[in-house]
C-alpha cells in the first residue's frame, strides 16, 4: 500500500471510531423492551394506601391498609377501633410502618391519611330492657309494669360477627320499692363481651284514652276519635281523663294532638249557644206553647242557663239549654215571651 493510501486509511479510521464509540455507548444505554415491561410492572406492584378502611377484627393488618404487600399483608400492625368506631392514622405513622416493613411507599403529602372503621351490630336500649322485664317476670314482678333504668344507656355496638343476645348474669328485686339491680352481658355469655351494671325502678301503668288524630278547637269528639295507651301511675294527675264516656261526645277547648294525654281542663260539653246570638224560646205548659226570639248573654251547653234578654223589652231573663240555638224557660217568664210576640 502506498504512503497516500495509508494516509487515507488512518484519516477515516479517525472519523470512524468516534462513530462507532457513540453507537456502542448509546446501544448501552437504550432501555430494552424488557427492562421497560419490568419497570412498569414495578410501578404497577407498589404498594399503594388504600382509600377506606372497614375491619371486622381486633387488629389491624398491614393488608387491611395497603395494596400489593405480598405475604406481609398478614403482619399485625395495630390494634382496632372498638366496635362502631373509627380511628385516624396520619401520614407520619402510615410513613413509620411502611419502613418498618420495607416498603416502598411515602406519603404524598403530610395530610395524608386512612380511616379505620369497625364493623358493629347495634343492640337497642329497648331490647336491653325487656330481657330485665322478663326477669323480673320470674320474679313475681307485674309484666305490665314500665322499666325505668337509674343507669345512662343509649344503645351498645358488638362485633358484627358475634351472636347479637342478650344475658342476664345476676339480678336482684325488691317488690315493696321496686327497685332492682342487674348484670347483664353482650354477647350473651360471651366473657370478652360487655358488662353492664344497671339499676332501675318499676311503674304500675294504667290505660289512657287520647286523641288518635289531631281533633282541632270546638270539634266534638266521636268514639273513633280515641285510642287507648298506657300511662304511668305517678304521672297519672288528679284531672288526667281516664274514662271513655269522659271523653267521647265532649268538645275540644283547644287543639288536641295524638297521643296526648287530655285533662279535664282541655274538653267541656260541646256549645249549642253561643255568646250575642239569636235563639229561639220556647215556654210549654200543657197543651199550649208559646215561642218567641232572644238574644243569648252567655254561651252555653246541653243543659245550662244561660241568660236571654228580651229583643222588645229588653228584660233579662234565664233559660235552659235544649239544643242548638234554642232554650226553654219557666211559666214565671209567660209575660216576657207574650210581649215578644
Do not use: C
Not at 30 to 36: G, N, Q, R
Not at 118 to 133: G, H
Not at 170 to 196: C, E, M, N, W
Request: hydrophobic content about 45%; overall charge positive.
Amino acid at each position: 500500500m502506498t504512503a497516500r493510501n495509508l494516509f487515507i486509511a488512518a484519516a477515516m479510521a479517525a472519523v470512524l471510531m468516534p462513530l462507532a464509540s457513540f453507537t456502542a455507548a448509546g446501544a448501552a444505554t437504550k432501555t430494552s423492551p424488557a427492562d421497560a415491561a419490568e419497570q412498569d410492572a414495578e410501578k404497577i406492584t407498589a404498594p399503594l394506601l388504600r382509600d377506606a378502611v372497614i375491619v371486622d377484627n381486633k387488629v389491624i393488618y398491614l393488608g387491611d391498609l395497603f395494596i400489593n404487600v405480598g405475604d406481609k399483608g398478614n403482619a399485625a400492625v395495630a390494634y382496632a377501633p372498638a366496635p362502631g368506631e373509627r380511628a385516624v392514622f396520619d401520614a407520619r405513622w402510615l410513613y413509620r410502618v411502611a419502613r418498618a416493613y420495607r416498603l416502598n411507599w411515602r406519603p404524598l403529602s403530610s395530610r395524608q391519611q386512612v380511616v379505620v372503621e369497625r364493623v358493629s351490630q347495634i343492640i337497642e336500649k329497648a331490647e336491653i330492657v325487656d330481657t330485665i322485664m322478663a326477669a323480673l317476670y320470674e320474679k313475681g314482678a307485674d309484666p305490665t309494669s314500665e322499666v325505668e333504668l337509674t343507669t345512662h344507656l343509649s344503645r351498645v355496638h358488638i362485633a358484627g360477627s358475634a351472636q347479637p343476645t342478650v344475658g342476664i348474669d345476676d339480678i336482684t328485686y325488691d317488690a315493696r320499692s321496686q327497685r332492682f339491680a342487674a348484670i347483664v352481658s353482650i354477647p350473651k355469655g360471651d366473657p370478652a363481651g360487655h358488662k353492664l351494671r344497671l339499676t332501675g325502678r318499676l311503674y304500675g301503668v294504667v290505660k289512657v284514652p287520647v286523641a288518635s288524630r289531631t281533633v282541632a278547637r270546638n270539634e266534638v269528639i266521636s268514639k273513633r276519635d280515641v285510642k287507648w295507651i298506657n300511662l304511668r301511675a305517678d304521672r297519672v294527675m288528679p284531672d288526667t281523663v281516664t274514662k271513655l264516656e269522659d271523653l267521647v261526645g265532649m268538645s275540644s277547648r283547644r287543639g288536641l294532638r295524638p297521643d296526648e294525654i287530655v285533662r279535664q281542663s282541655d274538653i267541656e260539653r260541646p256549645i249549642l249557644v253561643e255568646r250575642g246570638s239569636l235563639i229561639t224560646i220556647t215556654l210549654h205548659h200543657g197543651p199550649m206553647a208559646l215561642s218567641a226570639q232572644g238574644k243569648a248573654l252567655e254561651r252555653g251547653a246541653l243543659g245550662d242557663v244561660v241568660q236571654i234578654v228580651n229583643r222588645r223589652s229588653n228584660t233579662v231573663f234565664e233559660g235552659e239549654v235544649t239544643g242548638p240555638s234554642r232554650a226553654k224557660v219557666e211559666i214565671t217568664t209567660i209575660r216576657e215571651l207574650a210581649q215578644n210576640r
